[in-house]
DNA sequence: TTTGCTAATGAAAATCATTTTCAATAAGTA
DNA sequence: TACTTATTGAAAATGATTTTCATTAGCAAA
């Protein structure tokens, strides 16, 4: 999934292109990380310096409506943006740099057959999230 | 885990038992869902009116502290919190009204493993939570 | 191209959640 | 009972996010 594709996928849903949007799209995309709407401000101001705070809330706002970013909850803060994985993926995060992972084939329908016919819950979603060090940060 | 039992650790770890903490407590306790600050103001302030949120948000802290509470994450926000599971439980969420059931037994090891193989990660931790409609909100 | 409509912008103000400050109060120990 | 000091609630401060608004610029149609 390129910066390209997303502008694309903006445009088509009857959103203008612009510098503004060109440079948050471009900064998010690019990080391996979640990034706070502060930090892809700071970041791409570098490249934007005219950028506005409120714009990259906007961009953000319409990106996650559109799932090609997703939220991050982490133990210390739940506002962080990274770009959406493709179909059915959960989330791995390093808790020394961040860097984040993404996997699939996690069956969980044994699991929650079980717990629905425990709890009576009709189960109808779940999160995964996976977290530990990566191949970088883990002691040798 | 009753509310007495809250108290009594919070005594324990040096912390005095006033009016204020012990209805926050209770509040906080006896709920089925997890509640926001705000929430356990607005429920605990018909028990005690001259409570204040500050008060609120300072025990909250303290039982988080010495893990007699939890924070949940949800779509919607994640400043709601529930009395902790004890040991290694996990969370199972009604879409509907709220109400929050324990579960445990999940195995995810075999999981992590592939994962960890596949990725170079070394994992340590995982997120799992569960969604769907309690009994009672069950179409039928 | 140029034009015209209006979505998008950034600054500033407003709002909302949370934290800090502070003087008064009350818990718990001696 | 008296004393020490943790705890309280009000108010102010902070920080994150949203709203407002006048100006700008994307882009579709001419
Ligand atoms: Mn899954
Ligand atoms: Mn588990
Ligand atoms: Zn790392
Ligand atoms: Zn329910």
Redesign the pocket.
């Given at each position: 999934m390129s910066a390209e594709i997303w502008l694309t996928q903006l445009?088509e849903n009857?959103?203008?292109?612009?510098?503004?949007?060109r440079i948050v799209v471009e900064t998010v995309e690019k990080s391996a990380r979640a990034l706070?709407?502060?930090e892809v401000y700071d970041i791409a101001r570098k490249k934007?310096r005219?950028?506005?705070?409120?714009?990259v809330?906007?961009?953000l706002?319409k990106l996650e409506e559109l799932h090609l970013i997703q939220r991050v909850h982490q133990p210390l803060g739940c506002?962080a943006f990274i770009s959406a994985g493709e179909g059915h993926q959960h989330l791995l995060l390093c808790q020394n740099c961040g860097q984040v992972a993404f996997f699939e084939g996690d069956d969980l329908d044994v699991l929650t057959k079980s717990i629905a016919k425990k709890t009576g819950y009709q189960i109808s979603e779940h999160w995964l999230q996976l977290f530990g060090l990566c191949a970088d940060c883990r002691p040798i």
């Open positions: 445009h009857g959103y203008r292109l612009t510098d503004a949007r706070t709407p502060i934007y005219a950028l506005g705070l409120v714009t809330y906007r961009t706002e506002q």
